[in-house]
């Protein structure tokens, strides 16, 4: 039930029942698979040696039936890893079947934010957050956990004014994917709920329903695997680690100058082009941009017609935490998701304005939407390079059709072959960086493609860890007890940037890199890649 007098402006499904049937019908569907068709069309193009490397290797280890946290090292929630293992061990190894999903979870992000959108009353408006967010989606593509979250918290956000029941439980799952995003949905909620305008019992029930379910079912999911891994290294892995050790050792300040070449958009870009300036400068287009749709929000507020609206202003300034922690392409698409439905609303809302706060509700208002034009821009410029972008496919099984530019798939094929040719089936392989001592990148896709298994509980290159002796030991402990015949060293410069943060930094630690040059000796170097094997052991009591 609704206040005496409340308005129905951001209740998706009142507005949904008032459309045209026709509009019911096909218009949902229609821009379901518009956006899917944008997220697809290049979703065969281009690898991430890392990124994509350590999430499906992770699924590997688990259809292997590994636990992350115990059997290998993952700071990631579970869910993620648990739905590509799932995939994996249905369709077997495939560089394909993930972007399928990422497609279809796309599209859906997408929808929810045009379902969102419209909820303010102008449903031609509303088309412009759904390009904007079908663009900011369709690039870059990888099977990161963030687009599942985010379409989850979506969903709570549209559902919670009349269902927070149903909202509470799609938080809980959106923990599995991202602890961040669905305590920032979940704050955003019980906001807007101590704002309903009814009476003090009817807020606290609802809050109370969203609450419970979404806690119920976060314990229902992480269950299985606190009780596999022990709640000790989940917890130090799924929260500590994030929260302390990623932001000291991968967070970057954020980029103001042109110059700034660590930041966004500038790496693998040439800075001269009308397009590297839309990239460059989008982070702080969108915290710009967020904070004018706020302001201008805040000046055509009015309680009775939109409460609701206080939900997606808050997970809005934590999607605006995440993009701060590493403003990257990777941390951007939620707050231009955001953002183009808050611009969107601001837009519709642009006369609402009341007397005395008018002053300044114009120039918020053409902020925001000049943000959200920014936004457009940008993912036009990205769909536009990535379908003229020349490619070739992959030769290793796994690729299933994906492809790369010649310069990245040539080597990488001849990596993969040469591995495959001198190391039996089943023989572990250890893949690594340029240097151990600094590490800002990593190649686990390798395993993937030549379908070999690392010996160690390190997959992924995180800073911190893999630099540190204790592991360094550990690692060399591994490699010592599983022997595997050769070593890669992936020697982009990729792998030791000299980001402006503690990944940036050397360690001082050489362990590891020591134990490999006296343990492995070059073979063969194709391109940035460098195939090491092992040395021959020397004879009992030395060489006559």
Known sequence: MTGAGESAVLEPEAVAARAPARERSWVGPALFLAAALLSGVTMLKGIQPNDEGLMLEAAARIADGQVPYSDFWWFYPPGQPYLL???????GPSLLVWRVVRVLIDAAVALLAW?????????????????????????????????????LALGALLLFTR??????????????????????????????????????????????RFAGAAAATGLVLYAPVVLAAGLGPTWDLVVRYPIVDFRRYQQL????????????????????????????????VLLGGLAAALLALALQFRRAAHWPRLGLAVFGLGMASYLWTRPDYFHAAPLEVVLAILGVWALAGRHEARRGRRAFAPAAVVASALAVGWVLADGVDHRVRGVDQSTVALAAPPADGV????????????????????????????????????????????????????????????????????????????????????VVRWLSPLTDA???????????????????????????????????????AAPPGGAR
């Open 115 to 151: 379902r969102l959108a419209r909820s303010a009353g102008s449903p031609r408006l509303a088309l412009l957050a759904w390009l904007a967010s079908a663009l900011a989606m369709a690039f870059p593509s990888g099977p990161h956990p963030y687009p599942l979250a985010l379409a």
């Open 163 to 208: 269902h927070p029941l149903a909202a509470g439980v799609l938080v809980g799952v959106c923990a599995a994917w991202r602890l961040e995003f669905a305590g920032f949905a979940a704050a955003g909620v019980l906001v807007a709920l101590a704002a309903r305008p009814v009476a003090r019992r009817a807020r606290a029930v609802a809050a109370g």
């Open 253 to 284: 300040p954020l980029a103001t100058r042109y110059t700034d070449q660590w930041a966004f958009g500038s790496v693998g870009e040439t800075l001269d082009t009308a397009g590297s300036v839309l990239h460059f400068y989008l982070p702080l």
């Open 85 to 91: 293992g799932g995939l994996w061990g249905v369709f």
């Open 403 to 486: 492809r790369a530019e010649a310069s990245v798939r040539d080597p990488l094929d001849a990596t993969v072959s040469y591995v495959r040719a001198h190391s039996p089936p089943g023989a572990p392989l250890y893949v690594t960086g340029a240097r151990n001592d600094r590490v800002t990148a990593g190649a686990p896709l390798l395993y993937v493609l030549t379908g070999r298994h690392n010996p160690t509980r390190y997959d992924i290159a995180a800073p911190g860890v893999i630099t540190s002796a204790r592991v360094q030991r550990e690692i060399v402990r591994e490699l010592e007890r599983g022997r595997p015949p050769l």
């Open 498 to 536: 000299p980001e402006p943060n503690l990944a940036g930094r050397s360690s001082g630690v050489l362990i590891l890199d020591r134990y490999l040059a006296a343990a492995y000796r070059p073979q063969r170097r194709f391109a940035d890649w460098l195939v090491l094997a092992r040395r021959p």
